[in-house]
């Protein structure tokens, strides 16, 4: 984060704080536009997901954090990562500016791809503790065999499920 946020492109510390705290696609994140940030609710409509239009919760963090990028950004885009010279107004790619943040950062950039973010946000949600229901409607996934996916947890969270497991069935002392 800290690289991101010292590199010249001052749209990729946006893309990464935004796909680590949402799990986000890469052109879903590209794509958003103001009209569709709903500060106040707390959420970013994706008209065009993977699986179908849906609404992305955030947390209240990122809303504060949006609601000041947005002061940042020319008066009159509709675009929350704006391109002059794009042919749509926005952003497509951000690869570049990705590879040498995560360089600066002194990872490997052949291992965290910007499709890491969105792995790395879900394994969280999971290893947090969150349902895999509630993890499927987060990251927008359409079945729960692909949230299943991401569910990589570590030997710590199964030791500490067992450890709650276990609790249940001991008895209370008086």
Do not use: C
């Not at 893309?15 to 009209?35: A, C, D, N, P, V």
């Not at 707390?42 to 993977?50: G, L, T, V």
Request: aromatic share 6%.
């Amino acid at each position: 984060m800290e690289a991101a946020k010292a590199d010249q492109n001052r749209q990729i510390y946006p893309f990464i704080l935004i796909g680590l705290r949402t799990g986000m696609r890469k052109s879903e994140i590209l794509t958003i536009r103001r009209e569709n940030i709903d500060l106040d609710a707390r959420s970013i409509y994706i008209p065009k997901a993977k699986a179908g239009a849906r609404t992305q919760p955030i947390s209240a963090d990122l809303a504060s954090f949006l609601a000041d990028y947005l002061e940042t950004l020319p008066k009159g885009t509709p675009w929350l990562f704006p391109s002059i010279g794009a042919l749509h107004g926005h952003t497509v790619d951000i690869r570049k500016a990705f590879v040498r943040a995560v360089t600066s950062a002194g990872l490997d950039p052949k291992q965290v791809v910007r499709h890491t973010l969105r792995h790395t946000a879900i394994t969280h949600l999971v290893q947090a503790g969150v349902d895999l229901p509630t993890v499927k409607r987060i990251s927008g996934h359409k079945t729960m065999a692909m949230v299943e996916r991401y569910a990589h947890q570590s030997g710590a969270h199964i030791a500490d499920a067992m450890e709650k497991l276990d609790g249940r069935y001991r008895l209370k002392k008086r």
